[in-house]
């Protein structure tokens, strides 16, 4: 992994959510720095393993450890940055008609109200970790996973395009653990489609783009 610069908090304006509060995203935002520094961390000190350019098997164990928790740290940094970059104030509602999400939430699964069948039922499965809505950039399909913790079910490749962070901490403060359904609805009061849409944007360029570095390598 890239160790020369730090990765950098990102601020994110979401006072008066629907049925987020306040409270809660102040101390989401606290728990996403934590991820931030402690990946800066954890990189840092493996820079200083690397450093005389060799890892001896005294120095293994503790490498291996700290990449182990590099993995988890550095996935928590950017799932949050990509769940707080999918809401807003006054978002919310439906996907616009004619939307690049709709076209392809209707040709992944059917219909729109069919996707989020399945994007609700991934996110009521047991245990923490994320509901993610991802597209394949190579034929711009739709497919909704569960990722365990933060690094555990992310799809190599896919781009993530909607983003349910389902960690108690993400609503323990509005509402009881059994009442998972009510943040669901929640966030779906948040949701930026704007943001949706624009991030399946940039899947397509990206893989216009790394198909055409393909064909003049291949
Ligand atoms: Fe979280």
């Known amino acids: 992994m890239d160790r020369s610069e730090s990765y950098r908090v990102k601020q994110f304006n979401l006072s008066g959510l629907k049925g987020i509060s306040d409270r809660t995203l102040e101390m989401h935002f606290k728990l996403y720095e934590g991820y931030v520094k ?20 005294n120095e293994l164990p503790a490498f291996s450890e700290l990449e182990h928790r590099l993995g988890f740290e550095y996935n928590g940094m950017v799932l949050h940055e990509h769940y707080f970059g999918n809401l807003k104030k006054d978002g919310g509602g439906d996907p616009e008609r ?23 039922s991934v996110a009521k499965m047991r245990g923490v970790g994320w509901a993610i809505c991802y597209q394949n950039p190579s034929n711009g399909r739709l497919s909704n996973h569960w990722i365990s913790l933060h690094e555990i079910g992310n799809v190599a490749g896919f781009s993530p395009v909607l983003v349910m962070d389902v960690w108690e ?32 944007r940039g899947a397509a360029r990206n893989a216009v783009s790394s198909d055409a570095a393909w064909l003049q390598h291949g």
């Open 38 to 57: 402690e990946a800066n961390r954890l990189r840092e000190r493996n820079s200083e393993i690397l450093k005389d350019g060799e890892i001896d098997e």
């Open 98 to 120: 004619g939307s690049a999400f709709i076209k392809a939430a209707e040709s992944s699964f059917g219909s729109c109200d069919i996707w989020k069948t399945d994007f609700v």
């Open 169 to 200: 901490h993400a609503f323990l403060l509005d509402y009881k653990p059994a009442e998972r359904s009510k943040y669901i609805a929640a966030f779906f009061a948040n949701v930026d489609w704007r943001a949706v849409d624009e991030r399946l």
